[in-house]
């Protein structure tokens, strides 16, 4: 009775699709940030000039998720659909996706033209965040609160089998050239694109009156914001110790194959992580996965990797990650859905830019330090859960 109640209250070939769309978004990311420094040498410029670049493409995120979801829900409310802003996106992101590698191959690096290829780079992660928060707002149609974190759990597993490869697929990726590797990334997320334009059921239509009066929740949005950045320092400390805890307990500094299992654990672990929050609440599971990895981080420095930490580990990291878009989703009221999910992204993006200033050289920091850092950014991320739930209670009393 259950399977056919899921399946009545999820949409599953539009969510397969939006799975697909995120295996899309990201193989693109793998392919660029692979191929980014020997673009740049091979244009004249230092490689070191890669991580400048990510620097500034993450704080274009902090201030392009949220503005691009919250322009969609404007789009929303005006014109009855945000899919202007993602077919845009998809089709303007393939355009310089494709672009990249053109650039470098059929124009010479003269001085005055050497500026062209960050001018692109650029532009290239500017489409990304177009249509990212809008697509990810779908899912929203796609399944009803209580079963949307199931759908969301084959979303994740898409994009997490993808990025378990990232670790050796560098040799394979490198050796069929640029121009047929970009065209690859290109391809796919048009085809994502068009498909999920095909899929897509009309939307229903939405009361103008009615949304003019919902106003912007500050503080959820604030919390949505925090737990961004908490989860995303969180995951960033995490892989770092992680990987430096295995290398001093295997004695070797490749850790490659080790850390695919351990990537597809975590995609795999996606799917019993949304059947879990189904049945118990998604506030509840993140608060789960966050009093299990929390311990484990902090466990693993003095006894080392052994199996039932990373099981913790595993099934924690899945927990969080899985539940972050039902979170955003659910948190906020459906007229700024959008701008909800983008503030999500916002706050990864804001970590992510803010570790790169404060850590240039990771390779630096301590097992015991990552542990630390990481056991008080997911305690930063499980307290904002913990008050959004809080917040919530005390508006359904007063209600």
């Not at 397969?16 to 020997?38: C, E, H, K, M, S």
């Not at 670049?53 to 704080?59: G, H, I, Y």
């Not at 095909?198 to 939405?206: Q, Y």
Request: with cysteine.
């Amino acid at each position: 009775m259950t399977t056919s109640k899921s399946h009545l209250n999820i949409l599953w070939v539009q969510v397969w699709v939006l799975a697909a769309v995120q295996g899309a978004i990201t193989l693109t990311w793998l392919i660029y940030n692979i191929y980014l420094p020997q673009l740049l040498t091979q244009f004249g410029f230092p490689a070191s000039l890669a991580i400048g670049l990510v620097l500034v493409e993450n704080a274009l995120g902090v201030v392009l998720e949220p503005m691009m979801g919250g322009l969609s829900d404007q789009a929303r409310r005006w014109v009855g659909t945000r899919f202007p802003f993602i077919s845009v996106g998809m089709i303007l992101s393939s355009a310089l996706f494709i672009a990249i590698p053109c650039v470098v191959s059929l124009i010479p690096p003269t001085t005055v033209m050497r500026s062209l290829l960050p001018i692109v780079l650029l532009a290239w992660a500017f489409a990304m965040t177009i249509f990212r928060s809008p697509a990810m707002c779908l899912l929203g149609m796609y399944a009803t609160p209580a079963q949307l974190p199931l759908a969301v759990s084959f979303v994740t597993l898409a994009g997490g089998v993808i990025g378990a490869f990232r670790p050796i697929s560098y040799k394979f990726i490198l050796s069929l050239g640029p121009v047929y590797t970009f065209a690859i990334g290109s391809f796919v997320m048009l085809g994502a694109a068009a498909v999920l334009r095909l899929v897509n059921p009309p939307e229903a239509p939405v009361d103008r009156h009615q949304a003019e009066i919902v106003k912007l929740p500050l503080q959820k949005l604030a919390l949505i914001l925090g737990t961004g950045f908490g989860v995303a320092w969180g995951i960033r400390f995490l892989m770092d110790v992680l990987g430096k805890v295995l290398k001093a307990q295997l004695n070797t500094d490749n850790i490659d194959v080790q850390m695919v299992w351990i990537g597809l654990a975590i995609a795999i672990a996606s799917i019993p992580a949304g059947i879990f929050a189904v049945k118990i609440g998604n506030r509840q599971a993140m608060l789960c996965g966050i009093c299990a990895i929390i311990p484990s981080l902090l466990i693993m420095i003095s006894v080392g990797a052994q199996i039932p930490i990373i099981v913790l580990i595993v099934a924690g990291f899945s927990l969080i990650v899985n539940g972050a878009i039902p979170f955003a989703l659910g948190l906020v009221p459906q007229r700024w859905v959008g701008l909800g999910i983008g503030m999500y992204f916002g706050g990864f993006a804001l970590a992510m830019s803010l570790f790169g200033i404060i850590f240039p050289q990771p390779q630096g920091i301590t097992p015991f330090v990552g542990a630390v850092g990481g056991a008080l950014a997911f305690f930063l991320a499980g307290v904002c859960i913990a008050v959004s739930g809080i917040s919530e209670t005390h508006r359904n009393a007063e209600i």
